[in-house]
């Protein structure tokens, strides 16, 4: 990879706006036959990696529940130093999501309740007016009414210019009467700016038997001006501005696989609001991805950005 080029911010500042799922991801050990208990939820992880990565001006808006779990999730942000007053306190349990430790891409079973109920807020839409980027994944998009927010959030962000970044991880155990269809999933990929698919999430959307080439052909046909495919061990395979890019992992000690696509959207982001080389943007993600890799869970406790790069010489 040569190009120095970089992923240019529109707005002043240096934040970003998650949106979407804050829940507790229990991840059992079939060896040990323990389970630990974490944090989760894909736009959670990532605003408390990039705290950790060094990121200030993170702002998230999610729902939980009056229970103990929820309690734990906002002693987490508070750990963390990010603001709980955007986090709504529902009548409706905190979301579970149970997982088996593994280090192939995990297989989830959903317990929802809280975490879609976000509705558009006065300080959400200032949030998201002042931030260089806004972020959130396919789960608000599958029942209301966190599927009206995010489609409002979306013009919102296009008129304020601020770069969407959208994480398409569609499940079918997910979908309602009242989830966004494929074709729907389709148009948002039109209108955001970055996105980070998995071969899994592209035979979810586009179907089966393609090559890895012709899904990233397809997103940006779409229109997506950012595709980064991730593709495990093979490293990852990247489009922008009519040029592909492949780039191999940093992963050597693999424990498990639960939450390194979000440090990788952590890495990434990390380096777009340190208007980085789109090189070391792509960097960026990977050597985050492999350092979670080799820890149990989302909660890696991912250490400085400076560190980081540090350790796998990045920006040399």
């Given at each position: 990879?040569?190009?120095?080029?970089?992923?240019?911010?529109?707005?002043?500042?240096?934040?970003?706006?998650?949106?979407?799922?804050?829940?507790?991801?229990?991840?059992h050990?079939?060896?040990?036959k323990?389970?630990?208990?974490?944090?989760?939820?894909?736009?959670?992880?990532?605003?408390?990696?990039l705290?950790?990565?060094?990121?200030?001006?993170?702002?998230?808006?999610?729902?939980?529940?009056?229970?103990?779990?929820?309690?734990?999730?906002?002693?987490?942000?508070n750990?963390?130093?990010?603001?709980?007053?955007?986090?709504?306190?529902?009548?409706?349990?905190?979301?579970?999501?149970?997982?088996n430790?593994?280090?192939?891409?995990?297989?989830?079973?959903f317990?929802?309740?809280?975490?879609?109920?976000?509705?558009?807020?006065?300080?959400?839409v200032?949030?998201i007016?002042?931030?260089?980027?806004?972020?959130?994944?396919?789960?608000?998009?599958?029942?209301?009414?966190?599927?009206?927010?995010i489609?409002?959030?979306?013009?919102?962000?296009?008129?304020?210019?601020?770069?969407?970044?959208?994480?398409?991880?569609?499940?079918?155990?997910?979908?309602?009467?009242?989830?966004?269809?494929?074709?729907?999933?389709?148009?948002?990929?039109?209108k955001?700016?970055?996105i980070?698919?998995?071969?899994?999430?592209?035979?979810?959307?586009?179907?089966?038997?393609?090559?890895?080439?012709?899904y990233?052909?397809?997103?940006?046909?779409?229109g997506?001006?950012?595709?980064?495919?991730?593709?495990?061990?093979?490293?990852?395979?990247?489009?922008?501005?009519?040029?592909?890019?492949?780039?191999?992992?940093?992963?050597?000690?693999i424990?498990?696989?639960?939450g390194?696509?979000?440090?990788f959207?952590?890495?990434?982001?990390?380096?777009?609001?340190?208007?980085?080389?789109?090189?070391?943007?792509l960097?960026?993600?990977?050597?985050?991805?492999?350092?979670?890799?080799?820890?149990?869970?989302?909660?890696?406790?991912?250490?400085?950005?400076?560190?980081?790069?540090?350790?796998?010489?990045?920006g040399e």
């Open positions: 990879m040569t190009t120095k080029r970089s992923f240019k911010l529109c707005n002043d500042g240096k934040g970003i706006t998650l949106i979407g799922e804050v829940l507790i991801d229990k991840i050990d079939g060896l040990t323990s389970v630990k208990v974490l944090c989760g939820g894909s736009p959670a992880n990532i605003a408390i990696n705290v950790n990565l060094g990121i200030s001006n993170v702002k998230f808006h999610g729902a939980i529940g009056n229970d103990d779990y929820g309690k734990l999730i906002l002693n987490k942000f750990e963390n130093s990010i603001l709980t007053n955007s986090i709504n306190i529902t009548k409706y349990p905190t979301s579970v999501v149970e997982i430790k593994t280090t192939n891409t995990p297989i989830p079973n317990i929802r309740g809280a975490d879609y109920h976000i509705t558009l807020t006065e300080e959400m200032f949030d007016k002042r931030s260089n980027i806004v972020h959130f994944s396919y789960w608000p998009l599958s029942n209301e009414p966190a599927k009206s927010m489609l409002e959030v979306i013009e919102i962000a296009k008129a304020s210019r601020t770069i969407i970044g959208f994480d398409p991880n569609y499940h079918s155990e997910l979908t309602t009467e009242q989830s966004i269809t494929i074709e729907e999933i389709k148009e948002v990929i039109s955001v700016d970055i980070k698919p998995s071969i899994d999430d592209s035979q979810r959307i586009f179907g089966k038997g393609y090559a890895i080439e012709e990233l052909d397809m997103y940006v046909k779409l997506a001006k950012l595709v980064v495919m991730t593709l495990g061990e093979q490293g990852l395979i990247a489009s922008y501005q009519g040029k592909t890019y492949k780039l191999g992992t940093y992963a050597k000690d424990v498990d696989a639960t390194a696509g979000d440090a959207w952590s890495g990434m982001y990390a380096a777009i609001l340190n208007n980085e080389s789109l090189e070391d943007i960097k960026s993600g990977n050597i985050c991805s492999a350092y979670n890799l080799s820890y149990i869970g989302g909660d890696s406790n991912l250490p400085s950005y400076i560190t980081l790069k540090e350790k796998y010489k990045i």
